[in-house]
């Protein structure tokens, strides 16, 4: 069970994110604060896992309460505006929800929260890497015959039309497919979409520059850019492996 505090000076998201909570068995709603300050009163008394922290409210905002917080529960940022969310990751958020809050979006960020949680009790049963078939690599059509690619070997994907280009640290591969068939059919735990033209393996990533993630290609830095559409799960997934 996922002890919850909600915090919203507006009762309308109060409402909103307590009936999601009620749908979630896994989630047991402790209180609802109208403020920083209740709900700073709120965690001395109650033992929170998670909270649903507003960012825009009088007296207090959510970033300024969770940067005075010395060991603060999982937090999941709610706001209508969204361009809190770097700032929201910096500082070790789960996730961030743009309101309104749609139930599959709000789902999503729990998930992503359980997951932190079972890992901090130490409960989390080590899961394999994915792999096709039980394999750690594919086949794909080029220069007229099957070439086989090693997951491990794949520095980023870029689409270019009707093609991809699978690009390797000495090599790269030119195949017939599309970015969205291509990705569909990769294990989301070795790469992550960035961009609509670009797949990065995840291990590969050296850095996140601004709008640019940063990896190695024959020796030297590349750099990739980062679409507005992606870059929220992608600071999701640098967040949750931020020391």
């Known amino acids: 069970?996922?002890?919850?505090?909600?915090?919203?000076?507006?009762?309308?998201?109060?409402?909103?994110?307590?009936?999601?909570?009620?749908?979630?068995?896994?989630?047991?709603?402790?209180?609802?604060?109208?403020?920083?300050?209740?709900?700073?009163?709120?965690?001395?008394?109650?033992?929170?896992?998670?909270?649903?922290?507003?960012?825009?409210?009088?007296?207090?905002?959510?970033?300024?309460?969770?940067?005075?917080?010395?060991?603060?529960?999982?937090?999941?940022?709610?706001?209508?505006?969204?361009?809190?969310?770097?700032?929201?990751?910096?500082?070790?958020?789960?996730?961030?929800?743009?309101?309104?809050?749609?139930?599959?979006?709000?789902?999503?960020?729990?998930?992503?929260?359980?997951?932190?949680?079972?890992?901090?009790?130490?409960?989390?049963?080590?899961?394999?890497?994915?792999?096709?078939?039980g394999n750690d690599y594919f086949f794909v059509k080029a220069d007229k015959k099957l070439v086989k690619i090693n997951y491990h070997d794949i520095i980023y994907i870029e689409g270019l039309k009707d093609y991809v280009i699978i690009r390797m640290a000495n090599s790269r591969v030119v195949t017939l497919q599309t970015m969205k068939s291509l990705e569909s059919k990769l294990p989301p735990q070795l790469f992550k979409r960035i961009h609509r033209s670009y797949i990065v393996g995840i291990e590969k990533i050296q850095a996140v520059v601004g709008n640019m993630v940063e990896v190695v290609e024959k020796g030297q830095p590349k750099h990739l850019p980062i679409g507005k559409n992606y870059r929220e799960e992608l600071l999701a997934i640098v967040n949750q492996n931020k020391l």
């Open 1 to 133: 069970m996922i002890n919850v505090l909600i915090v919203d000076d507006e009762p309308l998201a109060l409402d909103v994110i307590e009936t999601h909570v009620a749908k979630l068995p896994e989630l047991n709603l402790v209180l609802k604060c109208n403020n920083a300050l209740e709900a700073n009163d709120a965690l001395r008394v109650h033992d929170i896992d998670l909270i649903f922290l507003d960012i825009q409210m009088p007296q207090l905002t959510g970033i300024e309460f969770l940067r005075t917080l010395s060991n603060p529960p999982l937090v999941i940022f709610t706001t209508a505006y969204p361009n809190y969310a770097v700032e929201g990751f910096e500082l070790n958020a789960v996730d961030y929800l743009l309101k309104p809050i749609s139930l599959d979006r709000f789902i999503k960020a729990v998930n992503k929260a359980s997951d932190q949680i079972q890992l901090k009790k130490g409960s989390q049963v080590p899961v394999a890497e994915p792999v096709v078939d």
